[in-house]
């Protein structure tokens, strides 16, 4: 792994740390103990609890890594679903698709009603005299 996520892991640490009893019981266990083991151990995070986190002089990764903990662990649930579908891998075309899907089966009830045609029963009636004649079956 990479020095610059290490440090950036070491940093995630120092704020979950920092951070209230209710926010960290949210991540899971399995995550927080990645995080510690893959942690630099002699990195030193400069964190500063007073201060707010944009005027703190944290590495990006640092930010990705905590946008990828509030998407996915403390984001409320409606705002998480609705990002989560409109950027799931699986279902970026589906729209797509299911407009192309309409429109083939518009096109195809189109293309049977062209086919289908009405008949008065008494032409039904006659052709079918006709057909047993011929020798055929309808």
Do not use: C
């Not at 946008?67 to 662990?73: E, H, S």
């Not at 797509?96 to 899907?101: E, L, P």
């Amino acid at each position: 792994m990479e020095e610059k996520y290490r440090m950036a892991y070491a940093e995630v640490n120092e704020i979950l740390k920092l951070s209230s009893v209710e926010v960290t019981n949210k991540i899971p266990y399995n995550f927080r103990r990645k995080i510690i083991k893959n942690m630099d151990k002699n990195y030193v995070p400069n964190i500063t609890p007073k201060k707010d986190f944009l005027e703190q002089n944290l590495m990006n990764e640092t930010y990705e890594i905590l946008k990828l903990i509030y998407i996915k662990y403390l984001e409320p649930q409606s705002p998480k679903k609705e990002v989560t579908e409109k950027f799931n891998a699986n279902d970026i075309f589906k729209d797509r698709r299911a407009s192309n899907n309409q429109s083939s089966i518009d096109s195809e009830k189109k293309s049977d009603e062209l086919i289908m045609i009405n008949h008065k029963w008494y032409i039904k009636l006659l052709n079918k005299i006709k057909n047993f004649f011929r020798g055929s079956k309808v």
